[in-house]
């Protein structure tokens, strides 16, 4: 079996122009499209990345962008103080604050001061409760994609088993929420977990977010199996010559689709689908505000 492509870069632009579409209506109707806050502190390479293509792609879909930048030295009072003024902010409909943080701020604190109406990254405590109660919420974007994803393939997950590797709080951990509420019969396999490989293989879901580049090999996969890879992961790619690198997912791509039914590729799969939820994140929570119906996205 060559397993078939899920094409992540294809299905984030549709969605990407359903966001644009109901950002355009907010706008007719309130002469503001959403705002997006980005709050980056530091100077990480990768998150600077990050910041920089959501800023692009939340204007190019016809959102506001306000984009705070601080230094790495920044106090947790000064950005708790930031967060604050944003939570009051009318004209800000979601907040996002870019992580890692320096290690003299308490991600945790930062997170939880947060309004969760405008938590577009689904991180509040409040919308982690309400994610793993089934009572609505923002809920996270990577694990969002993900399931978006997975639709595409087949509308009707109830009764699938659904193996998700990786118990993070951004990815693993809500993915499990949303594959349950799906009816899913569903595992989170981790660091400890007994026999990874033997219970990949019964799975009719696999879901990758670990952060080991190519860590699942062709002998983990159930013939036909939907397999999502989380993972981006930068190796040495010497065949291009010295000094150069390459993407990676969490799975071995090549081998993995000998035997998977459908499967994301890296880059192109989950990665273009975590900034377009966040886009759509980000017109939910404006809609939610103003008391308009989340618009289907
Ligand atoms: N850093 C890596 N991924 C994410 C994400 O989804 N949200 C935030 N805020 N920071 C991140």
Redo the contacts with the bound molecule.
Sequence with gaps: MTATIIDGSAVAEALRNRVGEAAARLQAAYGKSPGLAVVLVGEDPA?RV?VRSKVKMTTAAGLRSIEHVLPADTSEAALLALVAALNADPEIDGI?????LPAQIDADEVIAAIDPAKDV?G?HPVNAGKLATGTGGLV???PLGCLKLLKTVREDLAGLDAVVVGRSN?VGKPMAALLLAESCTVTIAHSRTKDVEALCRRADILVAAVGRPEMVRKDWIKPGAIVIDVGINRVDDPDKGPGKTRLVGDVAFAEVSEVAGFITPVPGGVGPM?IAC?LANTVTAACARRGWAAPAL
């Design positions: 998150s990050y996002l604050v870019q992580l890692p990254d991180f996270p974007c990577t951004i975590t966040l």
